[in-house]
């Protein structure tokens, strides 16, 4: 079976144009043309990939990734207008995975699926071999094959990234990553995008971890190294 992506963008051109070269692929593609009705799909259907528009009618592309964040880790990979790297940048500050200029190439549209499917498909193969593995650090507990975080017994939220990112530290407790190989371990070697990612979303996992994020106490910077979890 196909991989079901829901493709959402007000511009009908790029919809028909998009779903035309991804079924072509053999991908099962749903449409949706404003923030509402993406996030009613969303909520209602389960996909493998999300290509979302920053700019829509009723609710922008931002708001529906943050809302979706909140019931889904599905990879999301945002349309932003070229030059716009405030749109990037919050982009990946509201949980998406990858972010793509307009105006763009379908071959790149499917070259960054397709790094983020395998991406996804090894690690499924990874856990699969793997048996349930649950981390205990005092109050935070890890379950790596159930992909869930507890602190405190109250479970915390995390996109796919945060907790591969998670993951890989408490899993290696203080072993320092800089930037450049938490992007090449995490995302993959072939992804495009640039060390920022990386600070994004460290970020963002401390915003939901952390008490104070200002005075971390767990992932912890290593000034002019990179990042380690203690």
């Not at 079901?4 to 009908?12: I, M, S, Y």
């Not at 259907?45 to 931002?62: A, H, S």
């Not at 990874?126 to 005092?138: L, P, T, V, Y």
Request: hydrophobic residues 35%.
């Amino acid at each position: 079976m196909g991989k079901k992506v829901l493709v959402v963008d007000d511009e009908k051109l790029i919809v028909k144009g998009l779903r035309y070269s991804l079924e072509q692929d053999d991908m099962e593609v749903t449409c949706a043309y404003d923030g509402e009705e993406a996030l009613g799909y969303a909520k209602n259907n389960k996909y493998d990939i999300i290509l979302l528009d920053i700019m829509l009618p009723k609710l922008t592309g931002l708001e529906v990734c943050q809302q979706i964040r909140e019931f889904s880790d599905v990879p999301i990979i945002m349309l932003t207008a070229k030059g716009e790297d405030m749109d990037k940048i919050l982009g990946l500050e509201y949980g998406a995975d990858d972010y793509i200029t307009k105006p763009f190439n379908i071959l790149e549209v499917k070259a960054r699926i397709k790094v983020i499917m395998r991406r996804i498909g090894g690690k499924a193969k990874e856990d699969a071999n793997e048996k349930a593995q649950i981390i205990e650090a005092g109050d935070l507990t890890l379950d790596c094959e159930g992909r869930r975080l507890h602190i405190n017994d109250k479970e915390v939220n995390l996109t796919t990234k945060e907790f591969d990112v998670l993951e890989l530290l408490v899993l290696n407790p203080n072993k320092v990553y800089s930037r450049e190989t938490l992007l090449k371990l995490v995302w993959g070697a072939d992804y495009p995008g640039d060390v920022r990612t990386v600070d994004v979303h460290i970020r963002r996992l401390r915003e939901k971890i952390e008490t104070n994020p200002s005075e971390p106490k767990y992932v912890h910077t290593k000034w002019g190294v990179g990042y380690y979890y203690k």
